[in-house]
Every structure is written in structure tokens, then in C-alpha cells.
């Protein structure tokens, strides 16, 4: 199949998972172009991979360029230019309904082609329900081909949110097993943490619904019981304060900001905890990507983290801004050596569940599904 994948090329769980999946579809054999403003942070080269850049001319009359108008023109070029099947576009705003305009710009010209929408989160949860956005993202969803979502629970907050008439499709993030696993960097370790102490490590965009300094919070409570280093993964708007945040608690010592970082499995090679704190998450990619590290995880009982995080077994769920429950059960994983090593065996073990090659059938299985309802549907009506 030639398949275009529209994302956002950031670091943030949609274009990572955009990427993944295309990059694995191409070494099947599938023809991926990808169409975004800058090329995917994850995107390796292979021959059956393209990358199309949107190109958003500025004018004195536009405050904001019509990024969505310049990204529909793209998408119908590409279309054109190398007769794609089908569009997969992620995240609802606004690649949905860029998606619905450059297909009924092509059926002017005689060509048709289905798309499908993969939900994220914000997209739902956050930035769709703005009713600025809200009557554009509920059409386009609406209009899509097929819908997808990455957990049980965005699927049930899409429908709560707003009025799907169709089925949508759970299909969960996934993990490349390959690229996330645990390699020897125990000279790294002894850099970072010259007197063994525990590292546990966070990875966000460090927005607010990010909960960074719940962070930086807990980690003051487990520094003060158990010797400890903070690894802090991304940047974003609340890097700063967060960063005024060690400096007022006087632990800016035992806190490295790294920013963001290609190579996060090495990083997670040397963690013996993850924390997220999340205000939300529709599934929590980074934490899986950690589990299958081998590192547990301390997360927030919301959104579709307990779809992934066991109670117990891979770690601990708590209620949202609850510092001192994620430090009491950070504790207890960490002050045992032999607690610890149950729960990233058991992190590791669960991960693999998720692992890609289990993932993607379900996608290529959607793909010829919605190819062949397509094609039935224009036959019918010759």
C-alpha cells in the first residue's frame, strides 16, 4: 500500500508514535510519506520512506500563516504526485479536517482516497473541547474513514465529549523492543551516581498538564529517605520554573535537566524509577517506553495509565497531586533491592505485550478494511 501519515513532528506521544508506525510499515514493504512541517524527530531513513514538508508562506496580512489551507494543498500534491491509497492523519486539530478538504478538492479531479483519524488525547481531552475548535473537530472526526484511539478510555472520552456517530477503533500505542530495551551503561551510571544512589527519571514536554513540579516534589520526599538523583527528560514552558523550584528546595544538586534527548532508551538503561504525575494521559507512551527498560513507574490513576501501569506489579497508581502517596510507594520499590528487581522484571514483562510487532497487523488490518469498504462503496455507485 502507499500510505501518507500526517503528524506533528515533535517529540510529544502522537508524532512518536506517527513515526513508529510508519517506519515499521516501510520495513514491511509499505510506501510511507510522510507530510508535516519539519521532519519527524524520530524518523530514520529507508528507501521505502518519503518526507514531504508543508511550506506555510508568510504575508504581511496574515498575524497567523493558514497553516491548516497550506497543509490541505500538500496533501493533495502528494496525493497526486504518487497516487496514495490512503491518508492516516494523527491528532484531530487540524489534520482531520485538512484531510476533509484536501479530499474534496481531489474529487473535483476525478481522484478519491479514504482517510483515517487516530486520536491522541489533548486533541480530545484538552484543546478539542475549546469551542473554538469543537464543531470543526466533531465533523472531521465524523467524515474520517475509520477512528482510532490509543486507550479504552479516550475512546470512552471522545464519546462523552462530543457526538461520534461511528465505531471507534482501539488500537494502543506501542513499543519497539528493539530500540527500547536494556543495554550495559553502568559507566554512565557511576557518572550520574558516583555513591549508587537510586535514579528515577521523568520525560514530558513539560507542560502543565504535566504536573513538573509534583515532580520535582515527590523527588524532594524520596531524596530525603533514600540517597537519589533526578533525571529530568524534555523542556517545554514550566522547565523554568520548575528549575526555580529545586533551586527555593535546595536539591538543584541532585537534579539534572537534560532536555530533550534522542537516545532515551540509554537513559532509562541506568533509571530505577519513572514518575508521572500527569494531570491526564490518554495512554503514556514514555512510561511503557520506560517499562520496557525494565524500570517501574509511579504514575496517576487517570486517563488510560492504568491500561498500562499494573497496581502493584509494574508500579504504583495515585490520585492526582497525591506527593506524598507516589513518594511513600517510590519508597517502598526502592528501598529494597529485591522489591526493586521484582517490579522491573514485572515492568519488562508487561511491556513486551505492547511490543510492535503485535501492534501494527492491527493497523495494516484497518487499512485493508477501510480500503476494500471504499472501493465497494465507489463501485456501487458507477
Known amino acids: ?33 510522510f507530510i508535516a512541517y519539519q521532519q519527524p524527530v524520530r524518523l530514520n531513513f529507508h528507501p521505502n520512506i518519503y518526507y514531504h514538508e508543508v511550506a506555510v508562506p508568510t504575508y504581511p496580512l496574515f498575524e497567523y500563516p493558514p497553516y491548516e489551507t497550506a497543509l490541505a494543498s500538500t496533501m493533495v500534491n502528494v496525493i497526486l504526485n504518487n497516487q496514495l491509497d490512503l491518508l492516516h492523519v494523527h491528532y484531530a486539530i487540524p489534520h482531520a479536517s485538512a484531510a476533509y478538504f ?20 489533548t486533541d480530545i481531552t484538552l484543546v478539542g473541547k475549546d469551542q473554538t475548535y469543537a464543531p470543526v473537530v466533531t465533523f472531521s472526526i465524523n467524515e474520517s474513514d475509520a477512528i482510532t484511539a490509543v486507550s479504552n478510555n479516550l475512546r470512552e472520552e471522545t464519546y462523552r465529549s462530543f457526538p461520534i456517530e461511528k465505531d471507534i477503533h482501539v488500537i494502543p500505542n506501542f513499543v519497539d523492543i528493539q530500540r527500547f530495551h536494556q543495554t550495559d ?21 513539560f507542560r502543565k498538564v504535566k504536573r513538573v513540579d509534583d515532580v520535582i516534589r515527590i523527588f524532594e520526599l524520596v531524596h530525603g529517605r533514600i540517597p537519589s538523583k533526578l533525571l529530568m527528560i524534555g523542556d517545554g514552558p514550566e522547565r523554568q520554573h520548575a528549575e526555580e523550584l529545586c533551586r527555593t528546595l535546595h536539591i538543584g544538586s541532585d537534579i539534572r535537566f537534560l532536555g530533550k534527548q ?18 491526564t494521559e490518554s495512554f503514556g507512551l514514555s512510561a511503557l517506553e520506560a517499562m ?3 524500570v517501574p513507574v509511579i504514575s496517576t490513576n487517570t486517563g488510560g495509565l492504568p491500561e498500562i501501569n499494573v497496581q502493584g506489579k509494574t508500579g504504583f497508581l495515585a490520585e492526582v497531586g497525591d506527593v506524598h502517596d507516589m513518594a511513600e510507594k517510590a519508597v517502598y520499590i526502592l528501598e529494597s533491592e529485591e ?36 472501493n465497494a462503496k465507489k463501485a456501487a455507485l458507477i
Open 262 to 279: 534522542e537516545h532515551i532508551s540509554e537513559i532509562f538503561s541506568i533509571s530505577d524509577l519513572f514518575l508521572l504525575p500527569s494531570q
Open 339 to 374: 522489591r526493586l528487581e521484582q517490579f522491573k522484571e514485572a515492568s519488562l514483562q508487561h511491556a513486551q505485550g505492547f511490543e510492535k510487532q503485535r501492534i501494527i497487523p492491527l493497523y495494516e488490518q484497518l487499512y485493508s478494511q477501510v480500503l476494500q469498504e471504499y
Open 185 to 205: 551503561k553502568e559507566h554512565f551510571k557511576k557518572m550520574l551516581a558516583p555513591g549508587d544512589e537510586r535514579i528515577l527519571v521523568h520525560v514530558s514536554n
Open 102 to 121: 484536501a479530499r474534496q478538492i481531489l474529487k473535483k479531479q476525478g481522484k478519491d482516497i479514504p482517510f483515517i483519524t487516530t486520536l491522541h488525547g
Open 1 to 33: 500500500m502507499k500510505i501518507g501519515i500526517v503528524c506533528y513532528p515533535t517529540f510529544g506521544g502522537s508524532g512518536v508514535l506517527a513515526t513508529e508506525l510508519g517506519m515499521a510499515l516501510s520495513a514491511k514493504g509499505h510506501e510511507i510519506h
Open 292 to 294: 520496557a527498560c525494565g
